[in-house]
């Protein structure tokens, strides 16, 4: 099946750093979504992004769908940005089943 | 308008034991998909439901199942629980089955198998 890993699995920053979290994943797909998962274990959407670019705010999300990668950039980060971040993607024959990667820790530091 | 919906949010049962959890997806959703959450991973899929059928079953045993209702809240039921079963369980909703189908979560039910 399709494998989905994402790098760093950790990262710490200072608050107002940037940073760059990166899913690869080995087949391709017709969605990809990037999650916020917070403390209390809620699943945030961030971005529905099978290709191309989008921007909300402080955050964007790029996926070139020919090269099977996808990034999401966090800008100015702040405290509150801290949590777990999980792309995920579904192929079309699944069934609406989305395949999650191991995500990436991010704690944000004051 | 509603988000998705589940209810209990934690709930304690010792090994052997029966469990439901419930979904109620957003408004004008017709799929409801199940994943279940063990500590430090990555959410895994356990079925999809879309107009009411299956479409989609995960690698999980015969002890899991789920059905959806006619109007697209759904169940999970559990039998026979082992401590293993201890996790979170995610439902999500979304407008289609499949394909260009961006799908929600609810917050969760935290299940604890004493």
């Known amino acids: 099946g399709i494998q989905v890993e994402q790098s760093p699995p950790d990262l710490i920053l200072q608050e107002g750093a940037n940073s760059t979290l990166r899913c690869n994943f080995s087949?391709?797909?017709?969605?990809l979504q990037w999650f916020h998962q917070n403390p209390w274990g809620q699943l945030i959407n961030l971005f529905y992004?099978?290709?191309g670019t989008k921007q909300n705010g402080r955050l964007s999300a790029t996926t070139v769908a020919t090269e099977r990668y996808s990034l999401l950039y966090i800008s100015s980060s702040q405290t509150t940005d801290s949590g777990v971040y999980f792309c995920?993607?579904?192929?079309?024959?699944?069934?609406?089943?989305?395949?999650f990667g191991q995500g990436t820790e991010l704690s944000v530091k004051p | 308008d509603a988000g998705v919906t589940q209810s209990p949010t934690h709930l304690i049962k010792t090994r052997g034991q029966h469990v439901t959890l419930r979904c109620s997806p957003i408004?004008?959703?017709?799929?409801v998909s199940w994943y279940q959450q063990v500590l430090g991973q990555g959410p895994q899929f356990i079925f999809q439901y879309y107009e009411k059928e299956e479409r989609g079953r995960g690698n999980f045993p015969d002890r899991f199942s789920a059905r959806q209702f006619p109007n697209y809240s759904s169940e999970l039921n559990v039998n026979a629980l082992l401590l293993g079963d201890s996790a979170l369980y995610l439902c999500?909703?979304?407008?289609?089955?499949?394909?260009?189908?961006?799908?929600?979560f609810g917050p969760g039910t935290r299940l604890t198998v004493l």
């Open positions: 995920a993607v579904e192929q079309g024959n699944q069934g609406g089943k989305l395949i």
């Open positions: 408004s004008g959703h017709k799929s």
């Open positions: 087949d391709s797909v017709n969605n």
């Open positions: 999500a909703s979304s407008y289609r089955g499949q394909g260009n189908n961006e799908q929600f």
């Open positions: 992004i099978p290709s």
